[in-house]
């Protein structure tokens, strides 16, 4: 089973600023199948970024994804009030499996 | 859209079973997943199943859990036996494109209680 490493668990920031999170992989993800959420209380998770690096449909250009192999990261550009949520990287190279989550909160 | 439905309590040992119709699309030419969140695990992938019945489960929750697919009700369903505290969550269906879960239902939540 691949294990992800969401970090930090806590991500304190003001509105306007970049938010950069990170998901570490326990073996590499083939072909870079790997995909971001935002989940707000009592909703579901919403897809942002499926492929490591392609947004979903009506996703804002604010968000983006990087990386390959292990290391991966979600790159908010400038935060937004609705931006605020808890995120989850998730990969399907083998079988499925979820990272713990980091929660980006308002400083 | 999404919707899931089924039983919000029930007692431990019992088996756990849950509907998702799907509305606004077809059932067919897509696999279509459940996968649950509690505070202890986060979130889990169950399993899935194709419109045709083809089935694939979590390792950890195979020898429990039995999907089935109703393509004219648009509706699948999950089936977990021997219910325990630790299968308390919310439970949310996702249609599984490739492996993307790019819809959701809104989820229910499933409370094993004595």
């Known amino acids: 089973e691949i294990v992800l490493t969401q970090s930090p668990g806590t991500l304190s920031l003001s509105p306007g600023e970049r938010a950069t999170l990170s998901c570490r992989a326990s073996q590499s993800v083939t072909s870079n199948y790997l995909a971001w959420f935002q989940q707000k209380p009592g909703q579901a998770p919403r897809l942002l970024v499926y492929g490591a690096s392609s947004r979903a449909t009506g996703i804002p250009d604010r968000f983006s994804g990087s990386g390959s192999g292990t290391d991966f990261t979600l790159t908010i550009s400038r935060l937004e009030p609705e931006d605020f949520a808890v995120y989850y990287c998730q990969q399907y190279a083998s079988s499925r499996t979820f990272g713990q989550g980091t929660k980006l909160e308002i400083k | 859209q999404l919707q899931e439905s089924g039983p919000g309590l029930m007692k431990p040992s019992e088996t756990l079973s849950l509907t998702c119709t799907v509305s606004g699309d077809s059932i067919t030419g897509y696999y279509w997943s459940w996968i649950r969140q509690s505070a202890g695990k986060g979130l889990e992938w169950i399993g899935r199943?194709?419109?045709?019945?083809?089935?694939n489960y979590n390792p950890s929750l195979r020898n429990r859990v039995i999907m089935s697919v109703d393509t004219s009700k648009g509706q699948f369903s999950l089936k977990l036996s021997s219910s325990t505290a630790a299968d308390t969550a919310v439970y949310f269906c996702a249609r599984d494109r490739w492996g993307v879960f790019d819809y959701w239902g809104q989820g229910t939540l499933v409370t094993v209680s004595s």
């Open positions: 199943i194709y419109a045709t019945g083809i089935t």
